[in-house]
């Protein structure tokens, strides 16, 4: 069984910092690509940031500059630092993690239950 868990998020006014966390546990053989995602108020969830194995990463435009992730495989988990923030950065963030469990061949995608991100003006 494995778990997958964010953390961290909050309420700040713009111009703030959050640091998210993505922590995976259970029968973990690898933690492989994680994508963060945000899904803002009658909006579709996005694709924001992912963060492969060996720690390459990539960015949608909105986010660069200000979103940086970064891993920590001993602890099987991803953070993702967020400075400048802005009211348009308001929404629930997920991480959907690829993982490769104890005893199976194949890398299995697990969602976390997401964690909200507020930024008053």
């Known amino acids: 069984q ?3 868990v964010e953390s961290g998020g909050g309420l700040v006014q ?3 910092s959050l640091r998210l966390s993505c922590a995976a546990s259970g029968s973990i053989s690898l933690l492989n690509t994680v994508g963060w995602y945000r ?3 009658g909006k579709q969830r996005e694709l924001i940031a992912t963060i492969s194995r060996d720690g390459s ?3 949608i435009d909105s986010v660069k500059g200000r979103f940086t992730l970064s891993r920590d495989n001993a602890k ?3 953070y993702l630092q967020m400075i400048s ?3 348009e950065d308001t929404a629930v963030y ?3 993690a690829a993982i ?3 005893g199976r061949g194949v890398l299995e995608n697990y969602w976390g239950q997401g964690t909200q991100v507020s930024v008053s003006s």
């Open 57 to 59: 990463t990539s960015y």
């Open 14 to 16: 713009a111009g703030g």
């Open 2 to 4: 494995v778990q997958v």
């Open 85 to 87: 923030l802005k009211p």
């Open 100 to 102: 490769l469990l104890r």
């Open 76 to 78: 099987n988990t991803v």
């Open 94 to 96: 997920y991480c959907n």
């Open 39 to 41: 899904q803002a108020p």
